[in-house]
């Protein structure tokens, strides 16, 4: 897989690089789009380095308003970087435009190719070497949040639909259970039953919205620790990337995913649920750095709400890998039989582990509530 050189260089020329390319290889380890990270030297001693991306059209089929999306919020980011005297070419993304002043190229075969300043002195982390990145990853994402609070959330794109409408969800598990196309139900009983009785779970936030009891936010979407630059020298998280499932949402449900899978104790898909929990230590630590970094910008009822987000999100992916596994296991890769309904369970352990967990979790988020 992958795009031949020749053809990314015929791709960069249409880019507004200035220089001569010296070298071009992939970059990072995303499993979306394909990243190629060029060098670009100019005059006798200095050179530049960006990334180019091919954004996924079988994912994203509307790259125009992704793009847009993107646009839209790094152009306020750099505005808020440059008000706090930060570094706006390593602290936001920066598109680069092509040689005709569009955000984006879409080339002969109908792909679609972005541009950005790549991020000088950075890593990114695809598993915690230390809890201390795990801590800059929730500084990093809450003030993501908290530079975002004044964007207008509603006029962004829904670049997947019903992304975390969890009711939605929940009518399709609903759905499968009763089509049973494989035959599977019978033998997920348990699995089925955990679910129906947490149903709760796939209204609470819907009803809070309705009620405007909590408010629609820029929300990111995919707040792994490696959309996270980590900055090589400090250790410090500068800067979010991945911003193609940037979409208006609730700031719980950021919050949530990230202790879904970032204070997990085991794999997504640990067949032996006595190693999964959540663990209370990662959590205070997700807790401490997040609330330190966009406390003051999210109200009392959303903070109140971000142990719910945790659950609510576990139960959800927990779902949706029901129902996949009942549907015959087509949107999510397996690598075996009974691997969607593995990480089902892991999933389900978790949200009885976080329900055990409850009090603990909430006395947390109030300890670091400004
Ligand atoms: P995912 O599987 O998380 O959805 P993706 O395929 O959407 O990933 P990105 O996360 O956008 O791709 O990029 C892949 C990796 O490339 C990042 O994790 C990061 O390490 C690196 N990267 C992306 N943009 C930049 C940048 N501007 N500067 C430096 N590195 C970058
Ligand atoms: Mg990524
Ligand atoms: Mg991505």
């Known amino acids: 897989t992958g795009t031949p050189k020749e053809e990314i260089k015929r791709i960069a020329d249409q880019f507004a690089f200035t220089g001569e390319l010296v070298s071009c290889g992939p970059c990072g380890s995303g499993h979306i789009n394909e990243t190629y990270m060029l060098r670009y030297r100019i005059g006798e001693m200095g050179s530049i380095k960006v990334i180019l991306q091919k954004i996924n059209r079988e994912i994203f089929q509307k790259p125009e308003e992704l793009m847009e999306n993107i646009a839209g919020v790094t152009g306020h980011l750099k505005k808020?970087?440059?008000?706090?005297?930060?570094?706006?070419?390593?602290?936001?993304?920066?598109?680069?435009?092509?040689?005709?002043?569009?955000?984006?190229?879409?080339?002969?075969?109908?792909?679609?190719?972005?541009?950005?300043?790549?991020?000088?002195?950075a890593v990114s982390y695809d598993l915690a070497e230390k809890p201390e990145d795990f801590y800059e990853s929730a500084v990093a994402f809450g003030k993501f949040q908290e530079m975002l609070a004044d964007y207008p959330a509603e006029t962004l794109h829904e670049t997947i639909k019903d992304f975390h409408d969890t009711k939605k969800r929940f009518q399709t598990l609903k759905n499968a259970i009763e089509k049973d196309s494989c035959h599977r139900a019978a033998s997920v009983k348990e699995e089925i039953a955990f679910a129906l009785q947490h149903e709760y779970l796939a209204n609470v936030f819907g009803e809070l919205l309705a009620k405007g009891e909590v408010p629609l936010r820029v929300t990111h979407n995919d707040t792994k620790l490696n959309n996270v630059m980590i900055d090589l020298e400090t250790g410090k998280g500068i800067c979010v990337v991945d911003l193609d499932t940037v979409m208006p949402g609730l700031a719980m449900n950021d919050f949530g995913d990230s202790i879904r899978f970032g204070a997990s104790t085991a794999l997504e898909d640990e067949k032996d649920l006595s190693k999964v929990s959540c663990d209370m230590e990662l959590y205070e630590i997700y807790v401490k750095g997040f609330l330190e970094s966009c406390g003051d910008k999210l109200s009392a009822k959303e903070i109140e709400m971000l142990p719910m987000g945790a659950k609510v999100m576990?139960?959800?992916?927990?779902?949706?890998f029901l129902t996949d596994y009942l549907e015959g296991d087509h949107y999510f890769k397996i690598d075996r039989e009974e691997h969607n309904l593995d990480r089902c369970r892991t999933q389900f352990k978790l949200v009885a582990d976080i329900e055990q967990k409850w009090d603990t979790m909430q006395t947390i988020v109030k300890k670091y509530q400004k």
């Open 314 to 320: 576990t139960y959800e992916c927990g779902i949706r």
């Open 80 to 121: 808020k970087v440059l008000q706090k005297s930060g570094d706006p070419e390593r602290e936001v993304l920066n598109l680069i435009p092509t040689k005709e002043g569009k955000a984006f190229l879409t080339d002969e075969n109908g792909e679609c190719w972005r541009a950005y300043i790549f991020i000088t002195d």
